[in-house]
């Protein structure tokens, strides 16, 4: 019996009992599907933080210098003391580092992690934790801020301590009915009376997390109310992606001078791009991709177990068609062909109703929160052949007890 | 007319049935023609139904020899005996043993499958098997639309498709009002005048009657063998 038969003996008998068929399916449509949506939101995820999160975070061609890395993630207690031993950043090195990267677009102090929480009081509003950051005059151009009203820190406002502030844009549209009338007005910053210099115009919501809450002082004057932090850090702006690398490179020399650091010292500092962000959330989600098979193969499997099941049932439900089959001619293997092919058949359909699952259920997510979804063609691959392969590896068993049964006990049987 | 189809020697059977050997078959000796038709008669018990499944190459002998067209059928393995039910005999049985959920057509298409036919063919084939039996007009209908005498009829046509060398009948009016048991009786005798060898398993006289030949079996051997004057 050619293959095309059994497959279409295959969806007749199928598509006979469809609902026995689905609830056969469940195990391989809800691992599959789990499989499926997971790698597409976790893709997605990726695609997100690459592209909007660390961005945003550390700026576009931009790379940080910092005590500690932004990848802390997978560390260790010894080297967590290391990183404890190190120096803070302070701004004697960001001179080493501006000498040493004269082409650089902008370099900028800033106070880091973690960034205090505060209230900004105006008149009897309050708005409350509110995130502070200290910084020097260029890091508004690291971060690409461009001003709804009034006017960036200038340097003057940094090298002379003046008590200014710019208000996120969030912050100012909750404390004044009116922007412009806001410029100028005196405003308590955790208790620190301070003037609105400016408000910045609105960079919107990542991750259902407004970038325009916060409120942002010159750092000796955020020094003054915090103190000196040992989380400084600066940011180097380039003016193009390409230059990123080499002035990486020569504000690490750089840093390496202003520390004082011999040959074979290692770095006491670290620096950064977007890239550490990255690779830590991909070494998060490395974990979840290593652990989402796992659940998926034992899922899959009992799936199979499943399929194996009905499939034996099928076989003594059918023990009179196949011992009439064999009657007229069938052959062992064709009768093995022909259970093979509907097991396989079977769980290759749980394989592809899972993937439409999976991707609808990705799309659902996509449409719901920020983050995009992006059903990659490899989940849908392996997906595919977990099917199929389950369908060969659990439909042997119930196919060769078909195709060993004697067809004059076969014929006997009840119908 | 004397060209052998089944030439059956010292043909033998047992069975283990718990701990008691039941010898269903003590030595049978027989030669059947081309173009007979034969009845193999008997009470129950009498081996008639472990003699037919083994003409019918559905099992094998403990002993003896069993040649059904020049081949040796007794020695042969489960799938070489697949192949020649294929191509050597067609199966009418007592319980019609069609597959219910499929159409006539597809049920008299069954062997042509096995033989490895291309639909095309197949289809022709089975159809003109269909007509042969006179149900040209119900080819889409399942076994269940239809009457008992029309499955039966489905069935002769399922056993005729692939032209086999015998038609072997297993009680095949069993399940049958007496005038339907007619109607498949003439259609045998049709087959028969055909040039097609029958084979007929039955313990009812006057349906043993339509035969040629009678072979009556008792305690697992040929107890006698009447040809009828032509």
């Not at chain 1, 102090?109 to 260029?138: E, H, I, K, Y």
């Not at chain 1, 912050?171 to 009915?177: G, I, P, Q, S």
């Not at chain 1, 979804?373 to 199929?388: D, I, K, M, Y």
């Not at chain 2, 047992?14 to 193999?40: F, K, P, T, W």
Request: aromatic share 6%.
């Amino acid at each position: 019996m050619p293959i095309f038969e059994g497959l279409k003996l295959a969806f007749r008998e199928i598509a006979s009992h469809k609902l026995r068929s689905f609830f056969t399916l469940l195990g391989i449509i809800v691992s599959v599907g789990f499989l499926v949506a997971v790698v597409a939101i976790i893709q997605g995820m990726n695609a997100y933080v690459r592209e909007n999160v660390a961005g945003a975070i550390v700026g576009k061609n931009a790379f940080q210098i910092r005590r500690t890395p932004i990848s802390v993630g997978f560390i260790d207690d010894e080297e967590w003391r290391e990183l404890q031993r190190r120096p803070p950043i302070e701004s004697a090195d960001a001179q080493f580092v501006t000498r040493a990267i004269p082409d650089a677009q902008a370099i900028a102090l800033q106070s880091g992690w973690p960034t205090p929480q505060a209230d900004v009081r105006w008149g009897n509003r309050t708005v409350a934790d509110v995130l502070v950051f200290g910084v020097t005059a260029p890091f508004q151009v690291v971060q690409d801020y461009e001003m709804e009203a009034g006017e960036a820190l200038s340097e003057v406002d940094v090298r002379e301590r003046r008590p200014v502030v710019i208000l996120g844009f969030d912050v100012a549209e909750k404390l004044f009915d009116n922007f412009n009338t806001a410029i100028g007005q005196r405003v308590r910053v955790a208790g620190t009376m301070v003037t609105v210099k400016g408000i910045t115009k609105a960079k919107g919501t990542v991750l259902g997390q407004s970038w325009d809450g916060f409120a942002m002082l010159p750092l000796p004057v955020f020094e003054a109310i915090y103190g000196r932090r040992l989380t400084t850090v600066i940011s180097v702006k380039m003016t193009e992606a390409f230059m990123v690398a080499g002035a990486m490179e020569r504000a690490e020399e750089a840093m390496r001078i202003a520390h004082g650091l011999r040959p074979n010292d290692e770095n006491d500092f670290t620096i950064d791009t977007a890239e550490g962000l990255i690779s830590f959330w991909e070494q998060l989600t490395r974990v979840i991709f290593t652990v989402v098979p796992a659940v998926v193969v034992i899922g899959v499997v009992v799936g199979g177990i499943v399929i194996m099941n009905i499939m034996l049932m099928s076989v003594t439900e059918r023990t009179r068609e196949i011992g009439i089959r064999k009657s007229v001619g069938a052959q062992q293997r064709d009768i093995q062909r022909q259970f093979l092919a509907e097991a396989v058949t079977l769980a290759t359909l749980g394989g592809v109703l899972g993937i439409l699952a999976g991707g609808g259920l990705a799309a659902m997510v996509a449409v719901l929160s920020p983050m995009p979804a992006r059903v990659t063609p490899w989940s849908v691959g392996v997906a595919l052949s977990l099917g199929t392969g389950v369908g060969i590896l659990f439909g042997v068993v119930p196919a060769r007890r078909a195709a060993k049964l004697d067809p004059i006990e076969a014929m006997r049987a009840e119908q | 007319m004397t060209d052998t189809i089944i030439e059956v020697r010292n043909l033998t059977r047992e069975y283990q049935m718990g701990a008691e050997l039941v010898r269903a078959l003590r030595g049978v000796d027989m030669s059947i023609y081309r173009n007979e038709y034969v009845a193999i008669m008997g009470p129950s018990g009498s081996g008639k139904s472990t003699l037919m499944n083994m003409i019918g190459c559905l099992d094998t002998p403990t002993e003896g020899e069993y040649w059904l067209n020049g081949l040796e059928v007794s020695t042969m393995g489960d799938d070489a005996l697949a192949r020649v039910r294929n191509r050597e005999i067609g199966f009418v049985f007592q319980t019609f043993n069609l597959l219910p959920r499929a159409s006539a057509l597809h049920n008299v298409e069954l062997p042509l499958i096995y033989a490895g036919v291309s639909g095309r063919t197949r289809r022709e084939h089975a159809s003109g098997a269909l007509s042969r039996v006179g149900l040209s007009d119900r080819v889409d209908h399942r076994p269940n639309e239809l009457s008992g005498g029309q499955r039966q009829r489905v069935a002769i046509a399922r056993a005729l498709v692939n032209e086999p060398s015998i038609l072997l009948a297993d009680e095949p009016t069993g399940n049958l009002d007496s005038t339907t048991s007619e109607e498949i009786m003439t259609v045998f005798e049709e087959l028969h005048a055909q040039g097609q060898t029958i084979i007929m398993v039955t313990h009812e006289a006057d349906i043993a009657a339509h035969a040629h030949r009678v072979i009556t079996l008792r305690d697992g051997r040929v107890h006698s063998d009447t040809k009828k004057a032509a």
